[in-house]
């Protein structure tokens, strides 16, 4: 079991705390049929089975370079079919909430920010928010506003696989995301510096966490450390303390056996520890 920071605890329960949820998040959910999301590494490669000769795209999966990929990919498959393979992965197959949404969901946190262009997180929310959660995407012009305002927020980086032409998913598209919208990422290094960010689901060589966290650790190497939970054995011990040097960050580990149950009785602790934490702000008004 993960012990939890008091720090992180009492950020989340001021509402000091952005969840940022990565696609390992999403890969626990299943359809009716027992199918889980592919992760970006297997939807390449399912990518590159349609492509012949597909050794260079194959090379660049093995080497991690997976914006490249996806950008030969996409160009040889062509447009429409690649955005077809992205529906019919990510969006046709319907799938269904897990255990840890509703443990994220129960965390209540106002701002969740997340990569991911699935719909199982935003759809499982709003259900049970009765449609209250605002959804925003890097290309909206009002996410200042809705940031500043009171409610609820889901910030999609990556945009959506409702408006898949939108998506940020291949190297020209992050390149082209960061010069035309570079407003919505200027706010994503505010909240880097105001709030807490609590990483799930992702990987240290995610390319928005790597310039987000390095950038701001270099401005301000005093600021206290954001948090990400990885899986123990996901990076060697000597690599995960130069990750934390130069990222900023506390990592957390736990146990992947049995379905990442540990993860997942992990954060429902973690929810009763921020329910009491809330209680005792209640009592004292020292909000």
Not at 21 to 37: D, H, I, M, T
Not at 156 to 179: L, Q
Not at 231 to 247: A, F
């Amino acid at each position: 079991m993960i012990t939890w920071d008091s720090d992180l605890v009492s950020d989340i329960a001021r509402r000091r705390c952005v969840l940022f949820l990565g696609a390992g998040v999403s890969r626990s959910s299943v359809n009716a049929q027992g199918k889980s999301p592919k992760t970006w590494e297997a939807f390449l490669n399912d990518c590159a089975n349609g492509i012949h000769p597909n050794a260079h795209i194959l090379k660049l999966i093995r080497r991690g370079d997976f914006l490249t990929a996806c950008e030969v990919a996409k160009m040889q498959l062509g447009r429409d079919r690649f955005t077809q393979k992205l529906k019919d992965e990510f969006l046709t197959p319907q799938y269904r909430h897990a255990a840890i949404h509703e443990h994220i969901f129960k965390i209540d946190s106002r701002i969740v920010a997340t990569p991911n262009f699935d719909k199982i997180y935003e759809s499982y929310a709003n259900h049970l928010a009765h449609a209250s959660i605002v959804v925003k995407h890097h290309y909206d012009p009002d996410v200042a506003d809705a940031i500043r305002d009171d409610g609820h927020i889901i910030l999609k980086i990556h945009g959506s696989i409702d408006s898949p032409n939108r998506m940020i998913f291949t190297r020209s598209e992050y390149a082209k995301a960061r010069n035309e919208h570079r407003q919505f990422y200027h706010l994503l290094d505010a909240l880097a510096l105001t709030h807490t960010f609590m990483f799930l689901g992702c990987g240290v060589n995610d390319p928005d966490i790597k310039l987000l966290l390095e950038d701001a650790f270099f401005r301000h190497p005093t600021s206290r450390r954001h948090v990400m939970v990885l899986p123990k054995k996901e990076i060697h011990p000597e690599v995960l303390k130069v990750v934390e040097n130069t990222m900023n960050l506390k990592i957390l580990e736990y146990s992947p056996t049995n379905n990442h149950k540990d993860l997942t009785d992990s954060l429902s602790t973690l929810v009763t520890q921020v329910e009491n934490r809330r209680d005792d702000l209640r009592k004292s008004g020292n909000w």
